[in-house]
């Protein structure tokens, strides 16, 4: 016996041992789930084709749905002994396996609806002592299970089954809930239901019934689970229902009689003669409340209408989200006048006459002259009508009232101020002619639209607004953002505007979304800046397609997406280009001045101007000249000229005829021209070379004509005389001929030796000296400065 007990424990051993490997390589080869945040992991979306691996931390919050989950093991939420809620919904779940659950004592919450289970198991729920909260609707199962399948769901508060393959109901499928408050049964196509079920966990707070297939072939069917459910404590919500006829109204005859005090009908549609047979039917009866939600009430004939002569106990009727087609022929008072004589409370949350016939008259009508009444409203749409004037003075009292959709109709203006209500957060005026905004929109909005108008400027100032949409209209420019602090959506496509760039962006400090396409622009250096700039995408994102940004200028680029354009640095900086090129002109204007003054580029276009005056004039012939020499000397050297050079040779014989500034020169004349004339009309140009010499100004033209002269004309016309000994290299490069002149001529020098004169003033009379002299003066030319 012991070594059966010893083979028992090893090989029970081993077992564990293999099950411990194969859930630690099970474990391995699941996804990981990376959305987990502190005790919740959000799985959804994540196409997961199994249960992910737990995360290291407790978790109490899985969310599996919408993944393509097909069967639900028993080793899938070992490690999920901490969970709370655990969300399957809108998976593909056709098998759960008995024990997959059992390590969940903790749940409260289990979603496993729209999936495809076609069998309910009471094997599921043995552990889950905890649970409160069960959803199973949608899945394809007939029956809930073979019996008592909720039973060990003793604090289950909250039950929603059924979907469009849910056949019948037994009586025992609900026994062990006692502690029901809300019940959700989609029941479209139920077929038999055991009387009494239900009401063996009465009172129930909120029941909601989809019962569409009963209400229309099988009202018995529905009257059986009206006497279980109805009670004074209950609420009774009637879902995804239609109601056409009056007949399908009966079974609310069990209602009436079992004393429900609220009625809600949530998702349908309903006719007027199906509604008015529901009010006749709960005539004189305990209701108190009655509510239409997301509902479509449908014109039909309506004939006789017998109004319910007691309606006494109602308080509240609810409207919120109903629809009502062809409103202009809606008997609006005949529905509304049985409730409203005796309701004390209206809420009416949302309106919609939208696409009717509303005249300003018809609206203020319905608007009680702006006296109230509709206390609760917070969204009112009476767009594409036909309303001329804004009379916000009839939504002056309503302090609930948001939203405004007032486009589609024919304002053309707007009055200067009006009276909104201050919780007035959304107003819609696009479509609506206007040519001109005022103050009389409301500062509190939040959202303006006022698309496709005739708008030309836009510059109200709204602290609050947060949404502005003035697409469609004429504005040629940005609105100013300082008038708009908060705004982060803009969008103002299809206008005039011609360019823009981050500068007129700067004043919107809250921007995050701009929409400007659809337009033609100027493509200026800023705005294709804007389109292309990382500034750009890091604080503004343009909510349309950079292509519907098309350039119509320059021509270069017309037709193309702003944000492929290329600017030139020349397009895109003009004046700093410019400038730039100016500076370059005159950098290049200063070089070329300081070469010219390098290389005297200026003296010879002078002497070249003088020498092709003197090359006009026709040239004089040596029997023609009229002096003998003309005299080239400094002002400075004067003295020595007058004292010792003239008298020795305008006193010899025979005399010498020579030219003097001084005396010689034609008063009045030009003195350039005086020089070349003196020159031109001399046999010999003397230089009296000295220190002085070299500086004179007027020496210098002296010697200038001289050298283009024996440039051009390659005579020897030329006589120097050096009063002091001089460096030749003193003398301008740039008289090249004359500087080869000195060089290849002997000078005269001014001896210091009183003994060598007669030599000296003998070689100077014969270099002057013309073979045929004739008798002249030269014209006295006084007070010249050289």
């Known amino acids: 016996t012991k070594l059966c007990w010893e083979t028992y424990f090893l090989i029970l051993t081993f077992l564990t041992f293999v099950d411990l490997l194969m859930h630690?390589?099970?474990?391995?080869?699941?996804?990981?789930?990376?959305?987990?945040?502190?005790?919740?992991?959000?799985?959804?979306?994540?196409?997961?084709?199994?249960?992910?691996?737990?995360?290291?931390?407790?978790?109490?919050?899985?969310?599996?749905?919408?993944n393509t989950l097909q069967t639900i093991m028993n080793n899938d939420f070992v490690a999920f002994a901490s969970l709370q809620?655990?969300?399957?919904?809108?998976?593909?779940?056709?098998?759960?396996?008995?024990?997959?659950?059992?390590?969940?004592?903790?749940?409260?919450?289990?979603?496993?609806?729209?999936?495809?289970?076609?069998?309910?198991?009471?094997?599921?729920?043995?552990?889950?002592?905890?649970?409160?909260?069960?959803?199973?609707?949608?899945?394809?199962?007939?029956?809930?299970?073979?019996?008592?399948?909720?039973?060990?769901?003793?604090?289950?508060?909250?039950?929603?089954?059924?979907?469009?393959?849910?056949?019948?109901?037994?009586?025992?499928?609900?026994?062990?809930?006692?502690?029901?408050?809300?019940?959700?049964?989609?029941?479209?196509?139920?077929?038999?239901?055991?009387?009494?079920?239900?009401?063996?966990?009465?009172?129930?707070?909120?029941?909601?019934?989809?019962?569409?297939?009963?209400?229309?072939?099988?009202?018995?069917?529905?009257?059986?689970?009206?006497?279980?459910?109805?009670?004074?404590?209950?609420?009774?919500?009637?879902?995804?229902?239609?109601?056409?006829?009056?007949?399908?109204?009966?079974?609310?005859?069990?209602?009436?009689?079992?004393?429900?005090?609220?009625?809600?009908?949530?998702?349908?549609?309903?006719?007027?003669?199906?509604?008015?047979?529901?009010?006749?039917?709960?005539?004189?009866?305990?209701?108190?409340?009655?509510?239409?939600?997301?509902?479509?009430?449908?014109?039909?004939?309506?004939?006789?209408?017998?109004?319910?002569?007691?309606?006494?106990?109602?308080?509240?009727v609810v409207f919120k989200n109903v629809e009502v087609p062809r409103f202009y022929s809606f008997p609006a008072l005949f529905f509304l006048q049985p409730l409203l004589n005796v309701v004390r409370r209206v809420s009416l949350e949302y309106m919609d006459v939208s696409d009717n016939l509303f005249s300003d008259l018809a609206l203020t009508q319905m608007m009680c002259d702006g006296k109230g009444g509709l206390w609760s409203l917070q969204t009112f749409n009476i767009s594409r009508n036909y309303l001329h004037s804004i009379s916000s003075q009839l939504f002056t009292k309503l302090d609930k009232l948001k939203n405004i959709d007032m486009s589609g109709n024919v304002f053309r203006s707007m009055p200067e101020t009006c009276y909104w209500p201050p919780s007035l957060q959304f107003l819609n005026l696009s479509s609506t002619h206007l040519a001109k905004v005022t103050t009389c929109l409301p500062v509190s909005l939040h959202i303006l639209d006022l698309s496709d108008n005739d708008l030309t400027v836009f510059n109200i100032e709204l602290p609050f607004l947060t949404e502005l949409y003035i697409s469609g209209n004429k504005i040629s420019s940005l609105p100013d953002g300082g008038l708009y602090p908060c705004l982060v959506f803009l969008s103002i496509q299809n206008n005039d505007l011609q360019t823009f760039s981050s500068n007129n962006l700067n004043g919107y400090n809250n921007l995050k979304s701009l929409e400007a396409g659809s337009d033609t622009y100027v493509c200026s250096c800023g705005f294709v800046a804007l389109m292309t700039s990382d500034w750009t995408n890091h604080r503004i994102t343009f909510g349309d397609e950079f292509k519907s940004y098309i350039c119509a200028s320059p021509d270069a680029v017309r037709g193309e997406s702003a944000a492929d354009v290329r600017l030139s640095v020349f397009e895109c900086h003009t004046a700093l280009a410019f400038s730039v090129l100016c500076s370059g002109i005159l950098l290049v204007f200063l070089l070329i001045a300081g070469l010219c003054h390098k290389f005297s580029v200026v003296w010879y276009m002078k002497m070249t101007w003088a020498w092709l005056r003197a090359k006009r004039k026709p040239k004089l012939r040596k029997g023609e000249l009229e002096y003998d020499a003309f005299v080239s000397y400094s002002e400075m050297d004067s003295g020595w000229v007058e004292a010792h050079l003239v008298p020795e040779l305008e006193q010899a014989e025979p005399p010498l005829r020579l030219c003097l500034h001084k005396r010689d020169f034609v008063p009045g004349g030009w003195i350039l021209d005086n020089i070349i004339d003196a020159i031109e009309k001399s046999h010999r140009t003397l230089f009296v070379l000295s220190q002085h010499f070299v500086r004179s100004e007027w020496c210098k033209y002296e010697l200038d004509y001289t050298h283009f002269r024996l440039f051009d004309q390659n005579d020897d016309t030329v006589v120097l005389i050096l009063l002091e000994p001089i460096d030749k290299e003193t003398i301008p490069k740039k008289f090249c001929k004359l500087r080869r002149v000195m060089n290849s001529r002997t000078y005269l020098e001014w001896p210091d030796d009183d003994g060598l004169m007669p030599r000296f003033w003998q070689s100077l009379r014969t270099a002057i000296k013309r073979p045929d002299t004739d008798d002249g003066n030269c014209l006295q030319f006084d007070n010249v400065d050289f």
């Open 24 to 66: 630690q390589s099970f474990s391995l080869s699941r996804p990981q789930c990376h959305r987990c945040e502190q005790t919740a992991c959000n799985c959804s979306r994540q196409n997961l084709g199994t249960v992910p691996t737990a995360p290291s931390m407790l978790i109490a919050e899985l969310d599996l749905s919408f």
């Open 85 to 316: 809620t655990l969300i399957m919904n809108n998976n593909r779940i056709q098998k759960i396996q008995e024990q997959a659950f059992v390590p969940l004592t903790n749940l409260e919450k289990l979603d496993l609806s729209f999936n495809r289970l076609d069998t309910l198991s009471a094997g599921w729920f043995k552990n889950l002592f905890s649970l409160q909260h069960l959803n199973l609707l949608g899945n394809k199962y007939k029956m809930l299970g073979q019996g008592n399948l909720f039973q060990p769901l003793k604090r289950l508060k909250t039950l929603h089954f059924g979907g469009p393959d849910l056949h019948s109901i037994r009586k025992s499928d609900f026994s062990g809930l006692g502690r029901l408050e809300k019940v959700v049964l989609d029941g479209r196509n139920l077929q038999v239901y055991a009387e009494g079920s239900l009401r063996q966990i009465e009172p129930i707070k909120y029941v909601t019934l989809g019962l569409n297939g009963p209400f229309l072939r099988n009202q018995a069917l529905v009257g059986a689970i009206l006497s279980d459910v109805a009670h004074p404590n209950t609420t009774l919500t009637f879902a995804d229902t239609w109601f056409s006829a009056k007949y399908q109204m009966f079974p609310f005859k069990v209602t009436r009689d079992r004393g429900t005090t609220s009625v809600i009908f949530k998702n349908v549609n309903m006719t007027i003669p199906a509604c008015m047979e529901f009010l006749n039917l709960l005539s004189d009866s305990n209701l108190t409340m009655f509510a239409l939600e997301d509902t479509q009430l449908i014109l039909s004939s309506v004939g006789d209408i017998a109004y319910p002569p007691h309606m006494d106990r109602l308080e509240a």
